[in-house]
Nanobody
Framework: QVQLVESGGGLVQAGGSLRLSCAASGGTFSTYAMAWFRQAPGKEREFVTRIHWSSGNTYYSESVKGRFTISRDKAKNTVYLHMNSLKPEDTAVYYC??????????????????????WGQGTQVTVSS
């Protein structure tokens, strides 16, 4: 059974940086796409970014492009989210997610949360102004 465990959340001032980690286990991830989503209080879960495990190809939402970077360490089975120039509106619970088939949905691409079969428990990121 695939398990995803996030870590690295916390409180940071606006303009600061934070790195989240997602440790993956229980699967062979070469065919997977790994993603980060976030959910702020009272809002829907929002796609942040995605990486294809094998190719390393990445995709970002417009709201984080240029500030956030997703990467993976194959040897450690870990996906990272490097967040720079953080804003108060980045405050949310951040979730790691995995799609075993690296699917693409016409019209919405990689951003629909139901494309992802496995989820972590989430880690809180709070950005103070």
């Amino acid at each position: 059974q695939v398990q995803l465990v996030e870590s690295g959340g916390g409180l940071v001032q606006a303009g600061g940086s934070l790195r989240l980690s997602c440790a993956a286990s229980g699967g062979t991830f070469s065919t997977y796409a790994m993603a980060w989503f976030r959910q702020a209080p009272g809002k829907e879960r929002e796609f942040v970014t995605r990486i294809h495990w094998s190719s390393g190809n990445t995709y970002y939402s417009e709201s984080v492009k240029g500030r956030f970077t997703i990467s993976r360490d194959k040897a450690k089975n870990t996906v990272y989210l490097h967040m720079n120039s953080l804003k108060p509106e980045d405050t949310a619970v951040y979730y790691c997610a995995a799609d075993p088939l690296a699917r693409f949905r016409p019209g919405s691409g990689y951003t629909d949360y139901d494309l992802y079969d496995y989820w972590g428990q989430g880690t809180q990121v709070t950005v103070s102004s």
